[in-house]
């Protein structure tokens, strides 16, 4: 999922079952991030500020305009 925790945003995706995938954008702070999520894995990027620090499955990570590929912890 995706949370708000202590001023900094959390991700930590997970589809439903009968779901292929979500894509969708967030904007936090005049930035903005487009993430896409499959079964495996999850890509985030930043489409619109300077970079980003955020957490990804427990571990602090700066977005910036490289899309980055994560695991789906399951």
Excluded: C
């Amino acid at each position: 999922g995706l949370r708000w925790v202590d001023g900094t945003l959390r991700f930590t995706p997970i589809l439903p079952k009968q779901w292929d995938g979500l894509d969708y954008s967030v904007k936090y702070q005049g930035k903005e991030i487009a993430v896409s999520v499959s079964k495996d894995k999850f890509t985030l990027k930043l489409l619109k500020g300077d970079s980003l620090n955020v957490m990804v499955n427990g571990k602090e990570v700066s977005l910036n305009n490289k899309e980055q590929e994560f695991e789906v912890v399951k």
